[in-house]
C-alpha cells in the first residue's frame, strides 16, 4: 500500500496551528451597518421580513449608531423612508429632508467617529418607486434623473454624509455626482459606486423596509442581468473612470464569482453587499432551528470576503461584530 505523500491534514490539528496558515481575515472593520431612518414615526418599528431591523426614529437612530460605532464597525449605510412621496422624488434633496436630517444628527452624535455613507437613490422617494424620473414611455429618463442625483447628492453632502453611494444605475451617474460635488464645493466627499448591481429578486425585503417596491414594472431595464459577468466587470470600470472612490458589487451571495472577477481584474477597493434577501432567508433557517446562525453567519461573511470584497454591508455587522469580539 502506497501511503500518502503529503499530509495537509497535519497543519489543522489545533486552532493555533489553522491560524497559522489563515487566508482570510474577518474583523468588525470590514463590515458596514445599513440603517433606515423613517419620518413620521414615534416609536421605532420592527421589519417584518427583516427578523432584527428597525425602521428607526431620528432619536433612535443616534442610539443604534453609537452602538456600532462601539462594535468598531466603521461605517453605516443610511436609507430614508419619507412620508410624502411625489412624481420626481423632491423630499430627496429637500434640506429637510428625512435622510439630510439622519446625517446631521449622526454628524451631531458621533462627529468623525463613523463614516456616514449616505445612499442616493430615488425610488424610496418617487410615488411610482422607480429609481428615476419617468419618460412619457413610463421607461425611466436616464438624463433627467442625472439632474436630480446630482441635487440630491449636494444636500447629503451639505447635511455631512463623507460619502455618497448612487444605486440606481443610471449611465453616468457616478460623472454627475462627482461633477455636482465639486461644483459645490465638497471635492473631498468620496463616492462609493453601485457599480455592479444585478436585477436581483434578493431585494424583495428591502423593499419593504425603504417602503420602495414598484408600482408597476420592475428594475430590469436598469440594473444588470444577472446572468453577466463581463458587463458587471465593464460597468465597474467605467465607474471608476467617472470618479468613484470605491466600488461594490450587489447582491454578493450569487455572484461571488463577479467579486474575484472584479477584484482580480481593477484592483480598486471593493464592498459587496450581503442583501436583504440573503440575511432573511438565514434569519428564516434560524428561526426554524435549521442552521447555526452564528456559524452560518461568519461562514457567509468570510465567503464574501474570500471572493475578494474589503468590505460587507450586512444587516448582520453588529451581530457578527458581537461574535468577533
Ligand atoms: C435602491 C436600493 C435597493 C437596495 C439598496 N438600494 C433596492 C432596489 O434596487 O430595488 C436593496 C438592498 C437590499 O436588498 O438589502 N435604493
Redesign the pocket.
Known sequence: MAFPQSRPRRMRRTAALRSLIRETELYPRHLVA?VFVKEGIDEPVPIESMPGQLQQTLESLRKEAREIAARAIPAVLV?GVPSRKDAEGSEAWSPEGISQLALRELRDELGGDLVLIA?L?L??YTDHGH?GVLALDGSVDNDRTLERYARIAVAQAEAGADMIAP??MMDGQVAAVRWALDDAGFPDTRILA?AA?FAST??????DA?E?APRFGD?TGY?LDPPNAEEAVREVRADIEEGADMVMV??ALPYLDVIRHVKDRTGFPLAA?N???E?AMLRAAAANGWIDERRATLEILTGIRRAGADLVIT?SAKDAANWLA
Open positions: 445599513p436609507f445612499d437613490c425610488d424610496e429609481c444605486s440606481g453601485y448591481k434578493f431585494y424583495g425585503p428591502f423593499r425603504a420602495c428594475r440594473q450587489k447582491p453587499y442583501v436583504s434577501g440575511y444587516y
